[in-house]
């Protein structure tokens, strides 16, 4: 039997092994965009029950266990790789409800469940996703009579065949030579899971483990992790180097990153380097290293954008402390943006909540539902404006004290035409029926950056360059910002274009942005072009053609 204390543990100890995994699950993520941040999106779905299930006491039935980790894994939902994992949990709160301890035919029972309700919420449901290691493991046990920790470990099998299988069923994870990363993220939980009902101890996150020994550095990351507190340089380097037979000491490595650049660890065993620089020339911390030996593990991260991102997420959990509001109106809207400008520019067509978010800093459902509670409307309208938003927003309307509609808005400009044609004088059905309709009427294309190497549709993409995307598919790379703008509304023009948005993220200066919308206006003189300051992160530029 699965008692509520040993359901307990492994749940934790689950939300411990994703949040230190989940950037390799991050890196699955085949779109050379930023994409969603599948491993992040699980890693802070799980944690947020890791406190409230630490406070139960070992007496806790399992009933308990999986009611309270399902209600907070919904609220907490971040993400459609999230959300599907919270109804998933969900399917152990039903499964288990009222029981003291699980036997094999609950554990069924609840894998059962969750796997249907995960299935259900997905409009279309794609395989070769996590959806598909999740219904391969309850299929694998669905007609077992093991005990419970044996059918589990079978499971857990059965999910590992399946994720690895992932590739043929994707044509876009084969091409990337990659399996799918909800289904990774997956299997980490399941796994860990599996090891705590095997009689493991919770996994303790790094920090809580036994203190690091400033002598013996076999594992460097942990030295080099104590260093990255100031940013005097943009770019982190770390690589180890192996050594060569007669390799010199590593002093004078050491000695020459000194020179340029700072936060130095250069360690050493018997066999490698382990080398960490802060530096704006990583190309010559790279070719010192070359001296003492051949280079493995190499890793370039620009630490300015980083800091960017951390203070945009921070921002995101300040700005969705939102006050509950009573329904003194009919109708209200929340919306989801990133950027001032954006932000700005909903709320004069009449948005009353905004919930700051997007790409790579989903919103969880409890951000989503805390902006419809503080939205003064008794119907009150979402706007996703992104495609890895929308099963969170239609999760927060099921918790929601007055109704709610999600508009599946997947771009900006989709939610900001919505709100364009909503009619306060019409009633509810007809608005949510023109509002979404509005949506095809609108063709988004979006500039950005590769974040990594890649092959999209055939097309070869190295990390950095410039990508133009119409609609979310990618049309083709260029090395120029705004080149890459105007040929991409050089495809997205039509005869019958009447109007040009063009919205300038947080890496445009104005200038620049100023002179594409002069090429523009120029380039098409019958279209009515607009420009706007967005302040985006992540998109250069979000074009709208309508």
């Known amino acids: 039997m699965i008692t509520g204390k040993i ?24 779109y050379p965009v930023p994409d969603g941040d599948t491993g992040t999106n699980m890693s802070m779905t799980m944690g947020n029950s890791i406190a409230e299930l630490s406070r139960l006491p070992d007496s806790c ?23 599907i994992l919270s109804l998933l ?17 609950d554990l069924i029972r609840a894998l059962d469940i969750g796997v249907k309700s995960a299935y259900k919420a997905v409009m279309r449901p794609a395989e070769g996703t996590i959806l598909t290691v999740a219904r391969m ?94 940013i005097n340089f943009t770019y982190c380097t770390e690589f180890i180097v192996r050594k060569d037979p007669e390799c010199p000491d590593e002093t004078r490595l050491r000695a020459f990153l000194e020179t340029i650049g700072d936060c130095v660890v250069a360690v050493s065993d018997d066999d490698i380097i382990k080398v960490h620089v802060h530096t704006d020339h990583p190309g010559k911390a790279i070719e010192e290293g070359l001296l003492f030996g051949s280079l493995i593990n190499l890793k370039i991260d620009n630490m300015r954008f980083q800091h960017e991102n951390k203070a945009r997420e921070a921002a ?30 909903f709320k004069n067509l009449g948005a009353d909540t905004v919930v700051t978010g997007g790409q790579t800093m989903n919103p969880s459902t409890d951000d989503i539902l805390k902006a419809v509670l503080a939205t003064p409307a008794k119907t009150v309208f979402v706007l996703p404006n992104n495609k890895n938003i929308i099963m969170a927003a239609e999760q927060a309307g099921k918790l929601a004290d007055r109704e709610v509609c999600v508009i599946p808005s997947r771009f900006i400009p989709q939610g900001i035409t919505a709100m364009m044609n ?31 190497n890649s092959d999209i549709d055939g097309k070869e993409i190295k990390q950095g360059e410039i990508l133009a995307l119409d609609n979310g598919k990618m049309l083709f790379a260029e090395s120029d910002i705004n080149k890459a703008a105007g040929k991409l509304i050089k495809h997205m023009f039509k005869k019958d ?20 919308e002069t090429y523009v206006r120029t380039k098409y003189p019958d279209a009515d072009v607009m420009l706007v300051a967005g302040g985006q992160p992540v998109y250069y530029y979000i074009i709208s053609v309508e």
Request: proline content about 3%; aromatic content about 8%; hydrophobic content about 45%.
């Open 7 to 30: 359901l307990r543990d492994a749940f934790i100890s689950a939300g411990n092994v994703i949040a230190e995994r989940k950037r390799s699950v991050d890196e699955l993520n085949v």
């Open 61 to 83: 039935t399992v009933s308990e266990v999986a009611e309270l980790t399902a209600a907070c894994l919904l609220r907490g939902a971040r993400g459609n790789s999230g959300v």
């Open 89 to 105: 949990f969900r399917g152990f709160s039903k499964g288990f409800s009222g029981l003291e301890a699980a036997d094999s035919a």
């Open 137 to 230: 493991a309850f299929e694998a046990v669905e007609k077992s009579d093991d005990e419970p920790v044996k059918l589990w470990a079978d499971a857990v099998r059965a999910a590992k065949i399946a994720l690895d299988d992932t590739p043929n069923q994707l044509e876009v994870l084969k091409r990337a030579g990659v399996v799918d990363a909800g289904g990774m993220g997956l299997v980490i939980i399941f796994t860990e899971m599996q090891r705590v009902f095997e009689g493991g101890e919770i996994h303790r996150p790094a920090s809580e483990n036994s203190p690091r020994s400033a002598v013996e550095v076999k594992d460097f990351s942990a030295v080099v992790g104590e260093f990255d507190e100031v």
């Open 316 to 345: 995101l959990v300040k700005e969705t402390d939102f006050v509950p509001a009573a329904p003194e109106k009919d109708f209200g809207f929340v919306t989801v943006s990133s950027g001032k400008g954006i932000e700005e520019l």
């Open 422 to 452: 909503y009619d306060p004088d019409a009633d509810f059905d007809t608005n949510r029926m023109t509002m979404t309709k509005a949506l095809d009427n609108v063709r988004t294309g979006q500039i950005t950056f590769a974040a990594r």
């Open 497 to 516: 274009t009447a109007f040009i948005t063009i919205i300038y993220g947080s890496d445009i200066e104005e200038e620049k942005a100023a002179a594409l």
